[in-house]
């Protein structure tokens, strides 16, 4: 590839910081490679929505549609009621180009400070469904503010958006060392969604009987990520269940601030979009205290997506090498403190080193 | 109170090794406070269902509406199909016996072993709603099987049933020093549903005005249970969001073998039914290995809940003397090996040392 077309949305919160320390980090991997990147950025987000009362225009999807890719930092900020640019820009995004797969992978790199007292050798991913389910938007409440008030939302599972993301869940475990998925639902009470996901898992594995496959109950999962996260390789799971099991996931291995998360469309009929799963952390935001590791890890997804397979692995060899350095200084007993942009350098200077 | 009429349902697994050692306590403690106890065993489970197919009657529910209050081990056997038993006898006596309270206390004893590195001072209780969302069993499926299926799952939430959830959280949290309730749901996506949930906490919030009260997505409350569970006391959520909280909570607090739980319907129009929150451990049925605390403890409970203060705190200072116990054994490097039966053995003694 000799060229990529990159849409940015900045975002709110930490976004507007963490994402130049992404773009950085790639334009550096890109020219060493030769390839040619053009940055569009788009101001998407709180700010735009609280001057104009715009959140996304179909102008906005059309322009976004011509790109090769998204990056996206985060979106949500308190001034807004909270669910609407969440749900009006990141979901829409992800609904209006079938980002059907969203990938979500957590390893523990040995020595990063990590809340478990033995966590093992984390190196999991998640195979999270991303345009169904509880997220479909499917729902209502009758007498509404009355005491007789009945709310719903429905989970809407199909069989074609369900056998997609399974059957790119086996080829990714097929391509991972020691073949394992994992289907995580709640199929002993969620009778019917959950039938649909294990008769898919059943029949598909039948195609792939070098996998090994297993299932688990997503309360049982999230034990097994506090106390065996080996347990896991590759996990495929709803759009829901997999919100919740990825930012766990996260937090054992290393925390979101590390967590990086493709929104793929893998026919590549629409751009795909990476984004880092934390949120926009109005708290920190402004104060340089934001980890740019899951953005730039993000940038790297995005590479390996893009078929630049060269230039994602200088990334993700940086990263390793910046947490190495994290885990020498945890060891001395003198965590590092760094800042957002400190970080950012020190991940592009360890890529250089690599050369 | 002068008697207790207790039902017993034993059930699968290890059910009939942890029970016994709950009813011992529970005897022991009676006696001490001169409360007449008559137990009732109900044969409710696999082995029934694999000799009869039957799973609960109508016969049995009469019978066991009779009973001042019920006590279960577990549920489920690799020998049935899974969610069979679990749907047609734990969730029917949830749905029968209305018990719209689903009481899950996290305790971490100091120095019980846990896999969190710094865990801080747990104690939380997570108040689970019992009778709605999307254990309704409302949803289904068209074209089952094709490759144009569609299959549903719908949460259905009333105001009904959340306010009366709600105000019996806001009641408990009243009732604790730190007076902190925390609504868990993910209203940025489930507006409905969400909306409903959030409305009912702002508008009882105005009756409390001496709790604090706060939101957390059930994503985010995932993390907080590993990098900071001190952050919770009472927290209020529905059926789904509780029962996945409550396993990770149980994890980080020492393990499901130790965690409790009530299925309560406090007006007492019902009998309210306590079992330990892990399920019925085929892996390690018939070993000896499985941990009665949780059933103890839920034992414990259930006096509270009958209005038997003393007893049931007899029962939990002698847990947390066994928990000194097992604390020291692991700060001496020869963490405690017991058997089941040693353990009851353990607390029972500890009980007749206090008294
Ligand atoms: C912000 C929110 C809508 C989003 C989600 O629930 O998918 C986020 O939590 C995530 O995981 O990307
Ligand atoms: C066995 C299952 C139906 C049950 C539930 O999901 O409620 C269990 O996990 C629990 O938490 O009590």
Known sequence: RASINLAVIAGDGIGPEIVPEGLKVLRAALAESGTELSV???????????????????????????????????????????????????????????HYVNLRPSVLYPGV????????????????????????GNGGSVHRGMPTEVATEVSVNTAHGTERLVRYAFELAASRPRRHLTLVH?????????????????????EYPDINVDYCNVDAATIYLVTDPQRFDVIVTDNLFGDILTDEAGAVSGGVGLAASGNINPEGDFPSMFEPIHGSAPDIAGTGKADPTATIASVALMLRHLGLAGPAARIEAAIRADMEARAEASARGVPLRRTTTQIGDAILAAMEDNR
Not at 47 to 73: I, M, N, V
Not at 113 to 136: C, K, M, Q, W
Not at 186 to 205: F, I, M, P, S, Y
């Open 186 to 206: 709640k199929t002993n009470v969620l009778v019917h969604a959950g039938g649909l996901w294990q008769r898919t898992v059943d029949r598909l594995a039948a």
């Open 40 to 98: 569009t950025p788009y101001s998407i987000g709180a700010q735009r929505y609280l001057d104009t009362g715009e959140t996304l225009s179909t102008a906005d999807l059309e322009a976004l549609a011509g790109h090769d890719a998204l990056l996206l930092g985060a979106i949500g900020d308190p001034r807004v009621p909270a669910g609407i640019l969440e749900r009006e820009i990141l979901l829409r995004l992800r609904f209006a180009f079938d």
């Open 113 to 136: 400070p990590t809340p478990l007292a033995e966590p093992g050798n984390i190196d999991l991913v998640v195979v999270r469904e991303g345009t169904e389910g509880l997220y479909s």
